[in-house]
């Protein structure tokens, strides 16, 4: 029994050192208390970023991106760790970037972002870099130095791009905003941030999708739909399409991206793209006033060839990557759908349409707005591609 007793006793020393290792001077488990650390020093960069404090934004790590971002009129910048992944003195952090720019969005733009961290001997944490997460959108710093103009209702942001070009595009924007208040209210907020990178390519890269979907477009806006707030919406130019304009055809093509800014609140998943991209460019041609046969060619030839559409266009007729030939005619169609409201039912009419097809869809719309059947009106707008383009 003695001989027993001294085995037990061995083994409850040999559980208490283990246990020794296991808890901490408060009894607890010892927590790995990495992610809190990372999480602090992404709270102490942030700080950096917006005090303007390069001294601390270096003692975070590297320093490569800050003249990049402190070059934006930032009202907000920080980080949210949402994953840590380490090996022995380095870790992977998977994080949410939120900021806004001041005076034009009113809440956060969030980028996911993938942030490399070393461990050094005095066991505190550096960040390595700081880069878009897999399958994410690029930011326009990570590319390099940001040129920043200011337009009376225009932010334009630009990457390798001169100042009296983006000069150009914030005369632009500001020649868009009244415009587009005057055809559509004053209920948003009456200003727009422009994007202009330095290549198609780096414009692809914005919008995490290849270069190849967005050859001959000129620019794109990206937001969320039916935002109540409609908090951060972009316009990115393809400078390359968009160079090839002539300087009516970048107005009109500024308006119509101004136009879904204006119109992003009201725009939700019932919204028909005829619609919302008919709006756009009706709003667009609005004060210029073209023939349609001249901004509808691709449509007037196919009407002059008896090929009338037998429906409005349909989603899948707007996509990029598609023939040419039949998204200029969706677009084409759209708009002429749209001035023929207008000049039938008139311009408040139009806009109330607008409204009420994101509400409820275009069916109900068309019985409540406009007094006619989906039917009806297709026949109407059907006859009148034949009156305008034939």
């Known amino acids: 029994m003695a001989g027993r007793r001294r085995a037990s006793g061995s083994s409850v020393v040999a559980l208490c050192l283990l246990l020794v290792a296991l808890v901490g001077c408060g009894g607890g488990p010892v927590a790995d208390t990495a992610r809190d650390d990372v999480q602090r020093l992404l709270d102490r960069r942030a700080a950096a970023v917006l005090g303007g404090d390069e001294g601390g934004y270096r003692r975070t ?29 380095r870790a992977t952090a998977d994080a ?33 870099s700081d880069r878009p997460a897999p399958r994410s959108p690029e930011q326009l ?121 204006a119109t992003r609140a009201h725009t939700g998943t019932r919204t028909p793209l005829w619609l919302s991209e008919g709006y756009a460019d009706w709003v667009g041609y609005r004060d210029s006033g073209p023939a349609p046969a001249e901004a509808a060619p691709e449509l007037a030839r196919a009407v002059a060839a008896g090929d009338v559409p037998p429906a409005l266009p349909d989603n899948a007729d707007f996509g990029f990557s598609g023939d040419p030939t039949a998204l200029a005619e969706a677009y ?30 275009p069916d109900t719309a068309m019985t409540d707005v406009l007094g006619t059947s989906p039917r009806e009106f297709t026949r109407l707008w059907r006859e009148y591609l034949r009156a305008e383009l034939g």
């Open 61 to 89: 790590g590297s320093a490569a991106g800050f003249a990049a971002v402190r070059a934006l009129p930032l009202a907000d910048w920080s980080y949210r760790v949402t994953g840590l992944h380490r090996t022995a003195g």
């Open 96 to 128: 949410e970037l939120r900021y806004r720019i001041d005076g034009f969005d009113k809440a956060p733009v969030t980028a996911r972002r993938t942030v490399e961290l070393t461990r050094g001997t005095d066991g505190r944490w550096s960040v390595t």
């Open 141 to 261: 710093w990570d590319r390099g130095a940001v040129t920043v103009v200011r337009g009376a209702h225009t932010l334009v942001l630009g990457a390798g791009q001169s100042q009296r070009t983006l000069r150009a595009y914030a005369d632009l924007g500001d020649r868009a905003v009244p415009a587009v208040s005057r055809a559509w209210g004053t209920d948003w907020s009456g200003h727009v941030v422009v994007l202009v990178p330095e290549s198609l390519q780096a414009m692809a890269g914005l919008l995490a999708s290849p270069a190849s979907s967005y050859r001959g477009i000129a620019a794109v806006t990206t937001g969320e739909t039916g935002a109540p707030r409609a908090p951060a919406d972009r316009i990115i130019v393809n400078p390359e399409a968009y160079g090839s304009l002539a300087a009516e055809g970048r107005q009109v093509v500024l308006t119509h991206e101004t136009t879904h800014v």
């Open 332 to 361: 084409e169609g759209g708009w002429l759908a749209c001035r023929l409201i207008a000049q039938r039912w008139g311009e408040g009419r139009l806009g109330e349409f607008y409204r009420a097809a994101g509400a409820g869809g």
